[in-house]
């Protein structure tokens, strides 16, 4: 059948209306932080937390990770320690997780200044580096 996708544009305030729990809902990266307040942002934040209430699949990478943290309760910042640039490997340090990554690692490409410095209440992190304590 092959891979069926949408696009939304958060950034034009355009959001699944319709949430289906057989589908994954993925958010991706942004030039903008998941910490500032910002119409879309907080409009995305919102429909997060109502689509983890109705058991909704998610997945974030990079912004898409952070805004989740932050509309779950966790906190993001810019890194004090300057930007992430390059190809980090990261642990992989549950065994839910390591079902996945056979070998406990995973090489990532960076390119981010923002970090989950605290996690939301009940996350797991999953994964993790020198650079990214709460990579995922």
Request: a neutral charge; proline letters at 3%.
């Amino acid at each position: 059948q092959g891979l069926k996708y949408h696009v939304f544009m958060t950034l034009k305030g355009k959001l699944p209306t319709e949430l289906h729990n057989d589908e994954l809902y993925i958010i991706t990266g942004s030039n903008n932080g998941a910490y500032q307040d910002i119409d879309w942002i907080n409009k995305l934040k919102e429909w997060i937390r109502n689509a983890v209430t109705q058991k909704t699949k998610i997945l974030g990478v990079c912004f898409g990770h952070q805004v989740i943290a932050e509309a779950l309760g966790g906190k993001v910042i810019p890194y004090p320690g300057g930007f992430g640039i390059g190809i980090r490997t990261s642990k992989i340090i549950t065994d839910d997780a390591k079902k996945y990554f056979t070998n406990g690692e995973i090489n990532l490409l960076y390119l981010h200044h923002d970090q989950v410095v605290e996690l939301p209440k009940d996350a797991i992190c999953f994964l993790t580096d020198d650079f990214c304590k709460y990579g995922g």
